[in-house]
């Protein structure tokens, strides 16, 4: 729509310049930040692959049955499908699948295990990729876009100013540069494995580092 319109605008004023709102650079740089780090990039790929998965008709069922029976007291919830239109929407998806992970794991546990074999692998495959590193991101992106969705909201009120905008990015950035200290990144870490120590998922990959060689001569105390 956005091309539409600026071409629309061309046609009539050749040297019109078509200029992003600082909503929609928001948006742009998330999701040239998050599609160019391969872990981020794989996250979301397995955000969208769990949404696609349980979002068919005969998992759907299963998923709101089982929700039903683990918190009765409660509303089901939906997994929500990721758009680029609106990246920092996307605080919808992790929070749905943060607030019913549980929920998530023993679907898939359940249906690994039925007769129908290419449903069954493809929920054991899902099953086998969350792990601590996604619990991790789920951590992160969960704080980073509510920071982000509350700004992107107030940049698109009629009532804003130019003043109040740029005051307002400035006080995001420094917001965001702060999730960068070690103290947040070990909060995000200890959420992250006593979620994994729960549901008793994998959660000593990220710790693990590749082992230095040392030469055979040095090994054995040999002098060079």
């Known amino acids: 729509h956005i091309e539409f319109v600026q071409q629309k605008i061309q046609e009539h004023v050749e040297w019109a310049m078509y200029v992003h709102c600082y909503a929609h650079r928001i948006n742009l740089v998330t999701v040239d930040c998050c599609k160019s780090i391969t872990d981020v990039s794989d996250f979301f ?21 089982l929700q039903q029976k683990v918190f009765p007291r409660e509303m089901p919830i939906e997994l929500k499908r990721l758009s680029d239109t609106r990246w920092t929407s996307q605080i919808v998806a992790c929070r749905a699948v943060q607030k019913r ?3 998530v794991l023993k679907l898939l546990e359940d249906i690994s295990e039925e007769s129908h074999r290419e449903r069954a692998f493809e929920a054991r495959t899902i099953r086998q990729l969350l792990d601590i590193k996604f619990l991790y991101c789920l951590e992160f992106f969960s704080h980073l876009f509510r920071l ?24 995001t950035v ?21 979620a994994a120590e729960k549901f008793k998922l994998k959660w000593d990959i990220i710790s693990s580092k590749r082992k230095r060689i040392i030469p055979t001569k040095l090994a054995a105390g040999d002098m060079v």
């Open 174 to 194: 420094e917001e965001v540069e702060s999730i960068r200290n070690e103290d947040m990144s070990k909060t995000f870490f200890i959420n992250a494995r006593a």
């Open 148 to 171: 982000l969705i509350g700004v992107s909201d107030t940049l698109q009120k009629k009532q804003i100013n130019m003043g109040v905008a740029i005051d307002l990015i400035k006080t």
């Open 45 to 65: 790929a397995l955000l969208q692959q769990l949404y696609n998965f349980i979002a068919g008709s005969y998992v759907h069922s299963s998923w709101i049955k």
């Open 101 to 103: 992970f549980e929920v």
